[in-house]
């Protein structure tokens, strides 16, 4: 059928006003200008048909309206004020339309554009009462619903990188098209610690589109209706990890705190940027330009609210790639020791702990229950009782998505996949070790041969996909043989 403004060209303007409703020739005249200049400015060539009859007048009694159906094949589209002036009888209605869509042409009305699918849908509407046309409404959603449970398609449209098409069984389906690359590059970039808008610049889709995107479960394959999902009703484009792992980024990124969004703005000046807290008071630690009276600008830490002195950022740099290969070694450390733990022990001590947090589960709902009682039974009052409830329900809440996570790490308890985990965070270490011009080796640094870093940006976002924070400590501290002496000490913690 025939939507696309852009090429209809001729068309139909039908008028018809009612006597029995106490319209007139002036009526008629208005809606006729209303009509043309509609027309005129959609740069449509029109012919009118008009005529002054009643609504529920007889299909033969309505001249003017036959005889354009009968010329149905000239035109376009039909062009009317509302839809309900071709008519107001159900019978008759149902046959307009079936003219008209079998002649594949919609009806415009100042409003918008009716094609085929809405004409059954106005045709219901406009000639049942109320009540009845909302029991059918609901039994067309229901209709839906049963589709959806059966895993078919019932979205209008396919998400971006799908196409929708019928399969064999001539059901709707969607598979991936040419534009399923771009989807797949945009979660890559998002797991590799890019931000909606870097991802925006890199791929040339919008900024609101690549978090839509990233947001829309429909890419694992998972056909979404309400309330209703059904995994692996199509192709995924992204498997379920890759999702769930941009998923976290992408909220660490964006959600929760102001600080997490301070986190990602700015320029980069430092590989430190917003990676560095204070190791007293927990406050993040940020850098300011410094500039020296003589030849160079220099980066220095601000001062913590909390007192702890500020350093300049060289010799935290210094500390830092001093500490970093501690951070190799603390993964490799972890990876050996996960190794080193027999599969069916893990499993062990995650399906206890599940015990655990069901049995929780289960007793806040007992409390709950309870309260309600108390409740009914004025043995609590209102206020008593509103506390326990919303309580209880956060409790479960959080119980809720930690039973969630445990169920999953146990669906994905193989060595394979945990090796894999280590393996990326290793090679994570040799980029940002070449990044900063890092020697390749394993062990301690020696930083007076570190080269500058070049591309600040990229060392700091691949740091971060990698560190949670380094605690910064400076401070008088005594040594073994009580001297007491100031220190500068950094600790990172890992992701
Ligand atoms: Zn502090």
């Known amino acids: 059928m025939v939507t696309n403004n852009n090429i209809l060209k001729n068309v139909a303007v039908y008028l018809r006003i009612s006597r029995d409703k106490g319209e007139n020739v002036d009526t008629l005249q208005s809606h006729r200008e209303r009509l043309v200049r509609l027309c005129e400015e959609r740069g449509y060539t029109y012919t009118i048909f008009e005529e002054i009859i009643s609504g529920q007048a007889r299909m033969e009694a309505r001249e003017a309206l036959n005889s354009l159906l009968d010329d149905l094949e000239k035109y376009d589209a039909v062009v009317v004020t509302a839809i309900d002036r071709l008519s107001r009888d159900l019978e008759y209605s149902i046959h307009i339309f079936k003219r008209l869509e079998k002649a594949g042409i919609p009806v415009i009305t100042p409003e918008r554009i009716y094609t085929e699918q809405d004409f059954t849908l106005y045709a219901i509407e406009s000639t049942l009462a109320h009540g009845e046309y909302k029991q059918i409404r609901k039994r067309m959603l229901q209709g839906k619903r049963d589709k959806a449970l059966r895993g078919e398609i019932v979205a209008s449209r396919p998400p971006f990188g799908y196409d929708s098409i019928l399969n064999k069984d001539k059901k709707r389906t969607f598979v991936p098209n040419e534009k399923a690359e771009t989807v797949r590059k945009i979660f890559n970039l998002a797991i590799n610690g890019y931000g909606g808008k870097s991802i925006s610049d890199i791929t040339g889709k919008p900024y609101k589109s690549v978090q839509n995107i990233l947001r829309n479960e429909a890419y694992t394959g998972t056909m979404i ?76 830490t601000k001062k913590c609210e909390c007192g702890m002195p500020g350093v300049k950022e060289e010799t935290l740099l210094a500390e830092f790639y001093a500490q970093f290969y501690w951070v190799e070694l603390h993964f490799r450390e972890e990876w050996q020791k996960a190794l080193d733990t027999p599969l069916e022990d893990k499993r062990g001590n995650i399906e206890g702990q599940l015990t655990e947090q069901t049995k929780k589960q289960e007793k806040l709902n007992r ?120 220190v500068i000490k950094l600790t990172i913690a890992p992701k």
């Open 225 to 300: 209706y309400k309330d209703i999902r059904v995994e692996d009703a199509f192709p995924a484009i992204v498997d379920k990890d890759t999702f769930k792992k941009a998923d976290y980024a992408m909220r660490e990124r964006f959600a929760g705190d102001r600080e997490q969004r301070v986190r990602t703005k700015g320029k980069v000046r430092t590989i430190l940027k917003d990676l560095v807290y204070c190791d007293n008071c927990g406050r993040k630690i940020s850098f300011q330009l410094k500039r020296r009276e003589v030849y160079e600008d220099a980066m220095v």
């Open 367 to 486: 409390r709950l229950k309870n309260a309600r009682e108390m409740r009914l039974d004025g043995e609590l009052s209102k206020a008593e009782f509103e506390e326990i409830k919303t309580e209880s329900e956060n409790e479960l809440i959080a119980l809720s998505s930690k039973i969630a996570e445990l169920n999953d790490e146990l669906s994905t308890l193989d060595t394979v996949k945990l090796s894999q985990g280590y393996q990326e965070k290793l090679r994570l270490i040799g980029m940002i070790k070449e990044e900063l011009n890092l020697p390749k080796g394993k062990g301690q640094l020696n930083y007076t041969k570190v080269e500058p870093c070049t591309n600040k940006e990229e060392a700091n976002r691949l740091l971060k996909l990698l560190i949670d924070k380094i605690y910064y400590f400076r401070g008088i501290q005594a040594d073994a043989f009580g001297n007491e002496e100031e």
